[in-house]
DNA sequence: ACCATTTGACCATG
DNA sequence: CATGGTCAAATGGT
C-alpha cells in the first residue's frame, strides 16, 4: 500500500475515509485486471475457476470497501450533529423569535439524504398533538456569537423512516466570522470526490438550503426566494433504509450502501465515482423524471 | 467546573 | 382554551 506515510495530527479525521477509498481504488484496478484476465481466457478456453473465485473475492473487497466507506461516513454524519452542539459556544440568553407561532408564509420542501453544515444546538423538545414523534427545536449555536437567527425543527416522518427537517431563518454565521465556524465548512469543503460518492449524509451540500451566501444555493434561494426568512424542509432518510436493503446473493452479510446512500438509487460506480446528476437529484436541486415533487410550498 | 441536553413551565397565537 | 414555540432551571457527561 502506498500509505505508510506519517499522519499529521490533523489528518487523523479525514484520513480514514481517504484510505478507504484509495483502497477500493485499488481494488477496483484490481477487478478490472482480473475481468480482462476472464475475458482473455475465456476467448481462448472454457475459462479457469480459479480466475473466476478471484475475481469473486475481488468484488467481495470492493463491497467491503463500500460498507467501510458508507459506514464511516454515517459515523463521521451522526458525530457531526453531536459536534455541532458540542463545539458551540455557552448558551446565554435568547430573544423569542419574532416570528413564533406566527404565520409562517411558504416552506421549502426537499428530500435529501444528507445532514446540513451548521453547528445546532438543541433548545426544546415538544409532543406534538396528532404526531407519533415528538418534534426537536434546534437554533444555531452561533446565534449568541453571530445572532444568527437560523433554527430548525426535526420530525420524524409517521409515514416513512424519514425525517423532517425545517429550517427557520438564515445563517449569518458565515465562514470567517468565527474561526469555528470557518473551519466546519472549511474541513467540509475538503471532503474527497471519493468521499461524496458515500456521503449523501454529508452535510456540506445542504448548507446551501439555508445558507444564501455559499455559492451553490443561487437556485435554493431563487426557489424559496419570496422571502428568505421563509423556512425550508429537508427530508433526510436515516439508517433504516439501509437496513432494507436485501442482501446480495453469494456474499456474506454484506449489503452495498446504495440504499443508504441514494434512497437505493445507484451504487458505486468504479469508473464515475460521483453521480452529480443524481446527487442534485437527491438534493432536490433538479426536476425529478419521476416527477416527484421536491420542492413545494405550504 | 463547564457545557450541552432535558424537560416542565411559560408565553404567543388562533 | 388548545396548541406550538421558547425559556431556563435541573441534570448529566466530560
Known sequence: MAHTMALAAGELNALPTQLVTEGRESAARLHDLLIGCVQATAAGSTGSSTLYDTVALAEQILLCFDCALAKLHAVAAGAEEDDAAARSGGERKTERRASNGGGNGGRVQRKATMDDNFLWRKYGQKEIKNSKY?????????????????????????????????????????????????????????????????????????????????????????????????????????????????????????????????????????????????????????????????????
Open 134 to 298: 415528538p418534534r426537536f427545536y434546534y437554533r444555531c449555536s452561533y446565534k449568541d456569537d453571530h445572532g444568527c437567527p437560523a433554527t430548525k425543527q426535526i420530525q420524524q416522518s409517521e409515514t416513512d423512516p424519514s425525517f423532517d427537517i425545517t429550517y427557520f431563518g438564515e445563517h449569518t454565521c458565515r465562514p470567517g466570522n468565527d474561526d469555528a465556524a470557518a473551519a466546519i465548512v472549511d474541513s467540509s469543503e475538503e471532503l474527497s470526490a471519493a468521499q461524496l460518492v458515500i456521503s449523501f449524509a454529508n452535510s456540506s451540500g445542504d448548507a446551501s438550503v439555508c445558507w444564501p451566501c455559499s455559492g451553490d444555493d443561487a437556485r435554493i434561494k431563487s426557489d424559496s426566494s419570496q422571502d428568505s426568512s421563509l423556512p425550508c424542509t429537508v427530508n433526510v432518510y436515516d439508517e433504516p433504509i439501509m437496513e432494507s436493503t436485501p442482501p446480495v446473493p453469494g456474499l456474506p452479510d454484506l449489503k452495498p450502501m446504495d440504499g443508504f446512500l441514494l434512497d437505493g438509487e445507484s451504487l458505486f460506480d468504479m469508473d464515475e465515482l460521483i453521480y452529480f446528476h443524481e446527487l442534485s437529484a437527491a438534493l432536490g436541486l433538479l426536476d425529478r423524471d419521476d416527477g416527484a415533487p421536491v420542492q413545494s410550498y405550504r
